[in-house]
């Protein structure tokens, strides 16, 4: 079963196929093992992947590899959340950079000639009070600049929880490449 799964896995992706650490990992890991690699190369980067697999007996059980599992899952978590935040910040921006373009437009207006100020409502122009579209205009970029703000925070202190758990992650990969070893000088030992 884990050969088919490998083989499945790597036909999908052969720069995954061909990556050392993946062949090495891969032909010694259970079925189970295995899938949660593949979920996690597509959600993590190689150095938390390398955190969970860095030995060719891998398994689940332990207590230190299943906090290590978690601390994966809360990176992907972090990362993801950190994501939605840069896609409303990028959102922000622009609606920013429109309304600023829009009270430039604004400001060349003339009142004394007959110039008029139209605002879409639905599918209708509705004709508007140039000071009125000045103010809503102007409102509406405070508005902007504090949620951009707010949500540019919001990043910043993802990414700090994100490199936390990162880590975290790379203490419980020391931790159990620790247990191993003591494992395998155990086992040399009575050999």
């Known amino acids: 079963h884990t050969t088919a799964t490998t083989k ?103 009142e004394t000639e007959e110039e008029v100020v139209y605002k879409m409502v639905g599918p209708t122009l509705v004709k508007q009070d140039l000071e009125e579209s000045k103010t809503n205009v102007a409102k509406r970029i405070e508005y902007i600049t504090k949620e951009l703000a707010r949500y540019e925070r919001l990043v910043k202190t993802s990414q700090e929880n994100e490199n936390e758990a990162e880590t975290k992650a790379l203490k419980l990969k020391g931790q159990i490449e620790a247990e191993n070893l003591k494992k395998q000088q155990a086992a040399a030992g009575k050999a």
């Not at 995954?16 to 093992?33: D, K, L, M, N, T």
């Not at 409303?88 to 437009?105: F, G």
């Open 8 to 110: 499945k896995l790597t036909a999908t992706n052969p720069s995954v196929q061909s990556h050392p650490r993946f062949r090495s990992i891969v032909g010694s890991c259970s079925a189970e093992s295995t899938r949660f690699l593949w979920s996690t190369i597509h959600r993590c980067n190689w150095l938390v992947v390398t955190a969970i697999f860095t030995n060719r007996t891998v398994t689940m059980s332990s207590p230190l590899e299943k906090k290590l599992q978690q601390a994966v899952e809360d990176i992907e978590t972090l990362r993801a959340e950190r994501t939605k935040h840069l896609k409303t910040v990028q959102h922000l921006d622009t609606q920013l950079q429109e309304n600023k373009l829009v009270a430039q437009e604004l400001e060349l207006v003339d």
